[in-house]
């Protein structure tokens, strides 16, 4: 809904204006880049990492996150928007987590 509203808020203002230029418009992309480009750039990066895992890696991690202490980290700080809220409380509770995420060659 936060990048819909700024689209609103944005079309508002370009038919207040009588401004529909690129440069005006570019405004949206300005403000939902802002709000959500870091959770994009994450996800590729998370996405990037699990395309390379074999089976048996993926499985592993996959066992990691039926956990009962992990399920309830992800049950209070998951959000579908920013998935990401939850690595620190995971990083907190795992820190050998992060030795999982370093580059594969």
């Not at 009588?18 to 440069?23: A, E, K, R, V, Y």
């Not at 895992?53 to 992990?70: A, E, R, T």
Request: hydrophobic share 40%; with cysteine; charged share 30%.
């Amino acid at each position: 809904m936060l990048c819909a509203d700024h689209c609103a808020n944005v079309a508002v203002d370009a038919l207040t204006n009588n401004d529909f230029s690129d440069h005006f418009l570019k405004k949206y992309q300005k403000l939902w880049v802002k709000d959500f480009g870091r959770e994009l750039s994450m996800g590729m990066k998370f996405r990037s990492f699990y395309k390379r895992l074999s089976d048996k890696q993926f499985n592993k991690y996959i066992g990691f996150f039926k956990k009962q202490k992990v399920i309830d980290i992800i049950n209070n700080y998951g959000d579908i928007d920013y998935p990401s809220k939850i690595l620190k409380p995971l990083i907190k509770k795992f820190p050998l987590i992060l030795t999982s995420f370093k580059s594969k060659k």
